[in-house]
């Protein structure tokens, strides 16, 4: 994702993250401000990373497939997650917007049907890690399975949860909150508290990451 930016968005009453602004021009995209309330942002997405409690949120919509979601989690992520996540100030979720097709949803369905057995976390970075390019057809069942094994899942409970697409309606119902409020890039990121939430699209710098989350954290 190239053209890399922040977009600010102001609070309503703590709880609705309000109107979408960008280069101070107010976009139409959400008009609906019970779309961007926490709970809302949060649910439907992985298990939380780092403390439940955290006064910062930080939530990616990404697509195991993209390159710059794989530049993102083998650098700035590592950075992010030692300076503020294992310290408690921030939480992290991942949210699916499967922009490369149905082979990104598969790994995505991969990914939960792990975190059945409490290995979301273990089998999603064992995805990135072994990232090779976009829709060049490296996510096979057999390479999912293959993931499952190096976790020691219970091999027919995984293999029954891919088998019924437990979780396919999930992974198209993150996809299209994601469009609904304004998301059409991965990865996209909304970092907020309860009173503030600031969006920034594409793989940056941790520079720019901690320029939001310390503004947040200062305020």
């Not at 890399?4 to 703590?14: A, F």
Request: glycine share 6%; with cysteine.
């Amino acid at each position: 994702m190239k053209n890399l930016y922040i977009i600010l968005v102001p609070v309503i009453v703590g709880i609705s993250l309000g109107i979408l602004i960008t280069n101070n021009v107010v976009s139409d995209s959400v008009n609906n401000e019970s779309l961007l309330t926490i709970t809302r942002l949060m649910d439907n997405g992985s298990p939380i990373l780092g403390n439940p409690n955290a006064s910062i949120t930080l939530v990616e919509f990404g697509d195991y497939q993209c390159t710059f979601c794989y530049k993102f989690h083998q650098n700035t992520l590592n950075d992010i997650q030692i300076i503020y996540i294992d310290t408690g100030k921030v939480n992290y979720v991942y949210r699916d917007f499967p922009l490369n097709g149905p082979s990104s949803i598969l790994a995505a369905e991969a990914s939960y049907c792990a975190g059945e057995q409490d290995k979301y976390w273990q089998y999603h970075n064992l995805i990135f890690k072994n990232w090779a390019g976009e829709n060049t057809g490296w996510i096979t069942m057999n390479l999912l399975m293959e993931f499952a094994t190096q976790l020691n899942l219970d091999m027919p409970k995984f293999d029954s949860c891919m088998n019924m697409h437990k979780f396919y309606q999930r992974i198209i119902d993150n996809e299209s909150f994601a469009k609904q409020i304004g998301v059409n890039a991965t990865p996209s990121f909304l970092i907020f508290d309860d009173e503030e939430l600031v969006r920034i699209i594409g793989a940056q710098k941790l520079e720019r990451f901690q320029y939001v989350i310390d503004d947040l954290l200062s305020k």
